[in-house]
């Protein structure tokens, strides 16, 4: 398939754009000299620039998003009947779509119960923590405030989820942050911080052992990625969630699982923790909600918790005193209850799994081949490949040369991401992908494909 643009045709939306758009996390002194790219329409898993240029995205919209693909009319006539009938009303009321999607989603999600809406995963992220805040205030003397979080992982991009931003190149320059967030150690294996046979439950001894710092009765919560994201995507080592689990009951702590990233099917389940056989008290979700057809988030509790919010009326004080002015806009969630109906109905979960079988078995074909491979991890589609200049040292490859390699693989009409301009060390040095949960084995191989040609032409 290809689309018929002459680039005079959209010259003065490129202008426009680069003249008055402040991009995200973009310098813009290259665009003094250059024109930013600007995607005009998509396809499955394709994508076109105002040049008609051809693209393979396998990254899901730059940021782990469009998980069912690009162009579902189903979805944008879902979303326009429901604007026609009712676009908004605040969310201290109900609405239709917001009643079906939060009933079907619990519907996944055994031992939750209850759907906080709001409009993006760091808004998701700040309610949690506004929520461990209040119960702290209201049941533990104000003495369980503290919110733990983990090395690496990322919880989104404002004042207080930077405050657990485990990755500090992202949080460089916007504090100083407010007191009462703790990091713990990361679990990636592969640069293991203790020689040990059972990693996976030492990597979780560490956080107890924070706890026990900090002391258990100052402690609410634990905020974790079910596989750390932009953090170089690491898959926690067998033992380390049931080991997390234990340490969560045995001192009180809520275990809040950042699912932005992982939910919605990128595992090849509903979500990230369901392949880890643990209950959380807090999940937390935005992105694949609605494969970014619509803005949504959601914070979703167990009854436990959402009844540590209720009380008398005579104590106007108890309830949750929070509002998403747009967690009321009716798009988002029959957005979401489309998006679910199309994993559900064209079996995207077990394509999922399938699909990234292949992904890591090319990965690993091309760790046999190229030596600046020196790890490959992650679940379903959502795969990482660690670029070293050394395997026996480990010792991290240049970042400017991963890079290139994400350069080399967009001149030949594939979009990967990479990990970048987020940690210290040298480690900004992992290969991301995260195609969308419809790609097929071609696409695949295509995507590896380019991978293996950027790789061929390093020299390290």
């Known amino acids: 398939m290809s689309i018929n643009l002459k680039q005079n ?114 808004e998701a992220n700040e309610k949690a923590y506004k929520m461990v805040r209040q119960i702290a205030a209201r049941h533990h003397g104000g003495r369980k405030w503290k919110v733990l979080y983990r090395e690496r992982d990322y919880h989104g991009t404002t004042i207080g989820t930077l405050a657990t931003s485990g990755q500090p190149q992202r949080a460089d320059q916007y504090g100083p942050y407010p007191d009462g967030f703790v990091m713990v150690p990361h679990c990636l294996e592969y640069r293991k911080q203790w020689d040990v046979e059972n990693y996976g439950e030492r990597a979780a001894n560490a956080i107890e052992e924070v706890i026990l710092r900090e002391g258990p009765d100052t402690v609410g919560a634990i905020v974790l990625e079910p596989v750390t994201a932009g953090g170089g995507v690491i898959t926690p080592p067998e033992g380390y969630w049931q ?150 040292t480990k010792e991290p490859l240049e970042e400017k040369l991963v890079q290139a390699v994400v350069a080399d693989c967009l001149a030949q009409g594939v979009i990967i991401g990479a990990t970048n301009r987020s940690l210290h060390g040298g480690l900004n040095n992992t290969l991301c992908l995260s195609p969308a949960l419809v790609a097929t084995s071609e696409d695949i191989d295509q995507i590896t494909g380019a991978i293996d040609t950027a790789l061929a032409k390093l020299s390290v």
């Open 243 to 392: 080991r997390v689990q234990e340490i969560c009951r045995k001192y009180d702590i809520l275990l809040h699982i950042d699912e932005v990233v992982c939910g919605l099917g990128r595992t090849g389940t509903w979500f990230g923790y369901q392949q880890y056989d643990i209950q959380p008290d807090i999940v937390t979700m935005a992105k694949g909600v609605a494969s970014g057809y619509a803005a949504i988030s959601c914070t979703v509790t167990t009854e436990r918790v959402f009844d540590m919010f209720k009380d008398t009326p005579q104590d106007g004080m108890s309830y949750f005193r929070d509002i998403s002015t747009f967690g009321g806009c009716t798009a988002g969630p029959v957005a979401a209850l489309e998006n679910m109906r199309i994993i559900e109905d064209e079996g995207l979960l077990e394509n999922t799994a399938m699909m990234g079988e292949r992904t890591f078995a090319n990965l690993r074909a091309l760790m046999e081949k190229h030596k600046v491979i020196g790890d490959v991890r992650g679940k379903g589609l959502f795969c990482g490949a660690e670029l070293v200049a050394d395997r026996t």
């Open 9 to 122: 045709d959209l010259s003065h939306v490129v202008a426009a754009d680069r003249h008055h758009v402040w991009h995200h996390l973009s310098q813009h002194k290259h665009y003094e000299t250059a024109d930013p790219r600007v995607f005009v329409e998509g396809r499955g898993l394709k994508l076109w620039d105002a040049n008609g240029r051809e693209y393979l995205d396998g990254v899901s919209g730059g940021v782990w998003t469009v998980n069912v693909g690009y162009g579902r009319e189903s979805i944008a006539n879902a979303v326009r009947d429901q604007l026609v009938k009712l676009n908004y009303y605040a969310g201290a009321a109900g609405n239709v779509p917001g009643a079906l999607f939060a009933a079907k989603l619990i519907e996944k999600m055994p031992g939750l119960t209850r759907v906080y809406y709001s409009n993006s995963g760091s």
